[in-house]
């Protein structure tokens, strides 16, 4: 079947996936083997062993590659193994620009091991694509952004900052994982490599750890292909099985967590224990006509900033529907302290240098009911 014709949500179910041999089953076995045997020493097969390449993650990865408009995905085991795998780009001498907003293991990668392969890096802002000009340098060879971020939720234009990043040859690296490919596809804005967390809301249910990488550069495709059979941070056959079926349902979940934030979001703005709400669909947020044409919906992320630290505390610990928890993207509403998850790392000088308070928790905003998402948030702020 062709399924060039197909549109996003069809091509989630189908791709890669037609019934075929003996029982044709209509969803794909779990290929738990190793290896594969040969027809006979002339021909080698396609999926020989399992580090390499097995039928699960191939399936997948011709799912993911379509959702995101790119012809060559691979998959790892982690989002920061698919990290690390754009990073493997680089050698000693070369500088990396990271944008300052950017998720905290990629941060770390930056901060704390490029400099050990004698790889250099430096911040430059995505909201003003003109700042890539100054802090370009001979040696720059990649750009790594990412948009809405984290967990502030700016949008930046990613078009714009790709146009500057061309300018000065660079090779451009986006992590999609808080839109997911239902919301926006950056390979058709210029972005040469696309990267995800599959954790988050490609597979949706907060049971797998999964990363991938997406490019049209058949080139740069191979590289991530062979690095990852070279160094082994593949997934296992389940793992993908997981992510497939969670895949499915991923242009519906996120219908319903923009909505369920944007609901979340306009409740909590006209809380008056609450100083600001970060979400992109609120006509309030600073970059919400960048948004309004960059992406196909806000998605479910949320950030709240607090009158009190006392008030996000009691919040973070009084909630019942939303769990306490790190992550995002699955279909159960969570709530996250930056300072103590996702953002740990960072000094306390260097999260309120990036509009981090200690004030402020970022919500994964679910599938539930909205009505008892906003009813467990307002028991919670008493
Ligand atoms: C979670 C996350 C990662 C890292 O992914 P893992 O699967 O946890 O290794 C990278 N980028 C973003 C934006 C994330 O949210």
Request: hydrophobic share 40%.
């Amino acid at each position: 079947m062709d399924y060039s014709c197909l549109k996003f949500a069809t091509r989630a179910l189908r791709v890669g996936q037609d019934p075929e041999g003996r029982f044709k089953p209509v969803i794909p076995p779990i290929f738990q083997s190793t290896t594969f045997a040969w027809e006979d020493l002339d021909h080698i097969p396609g999926v020989d062993y399992t580090r390499c390449q097995n039928p699960n993650r191939l399936i997948l990865e011709q799912v993911i590659a379509t959702l995101e408009n790119g012809q060559h995905c691979t998959l790892f085991s982690s989002g920061m193994a698919a990290i690390a795998a754009c990073f493997s780009l680089l050698q000693k001498g070369d500088h990396l620009l990271m944008a300052g907003d950017i998720y905290g293991g990629t941060f770390r990668l930056g901060e704390q091991w490029l400099p050990r392969s004698g790889v250099s890096v430096s911040e430059f802002c995505a909201h003003n694509p003109l700042t890539i000009a100054d802090e370009v340098k001979p040696s720059t060879k990649m750009i790594i952004f990412e948009t809405p971020t984290n967990p502030n939720l700016r949008v930046s234009d990613i078009a714009a900052v790709v146009t500057e990043a061309k300018r000065h040859g660079l090779i451009v690296v986006f992590d999609n994982t808080f839109a997911s490919p239902a919301l926006q596809n950056p390979l058709d804005l210029g972005v040469d490599i696309v990267l995800h967390s599959t954790t988050k809301y490609i597979s949706g249910h907060s049971d797998v750890i999964g990363g991938a990488t997406i490019t049209n550069d058949a080139e740069l495709g191979t590289w991530l292909f062979e690095y990852n059979k070279a160094f082994g941070a593949t997934p296992s056959p389940f793992d993908c099985w997981l992510s497939l079926r969670g895949v499915k349902t991923l242009a519906c979940r996120m219908d319903q967590h923009s909505r369920n934030a944007q609901a979340v979001a306009e409740y909590l703005q006209g809380h008056p224990k609450v100083k600001s709400v970060h979400y992109p669909g609120l006509p309030s947020h600073p970059d919400h006509e960048t948004a309004k044409k960059q992406m196909r919906g806000f998605g479910g992320m949320v950030a709240v900033d607090f009158d009190s630290v006392a008030t996000a505390r009691q919040v973070a610990e009084n909630t019942r529907v939303f769990l306490l928890a790190e992550s995002l993207g699955g279909v159960e509403s969570l709530v996250a302290y930056p300072p103590l998850m996702s953002h740990a790392t960072m000094s306390e000088e260097q999260r309120l240098s990036k509009g981090i308070p200690p004030s402020m928790l970022r919500l994964s905003v679910g599938i539930e009911d909205p009505d008892d998402l906003i009813e467990d948030l307002r028991r919670a702020l008493g």
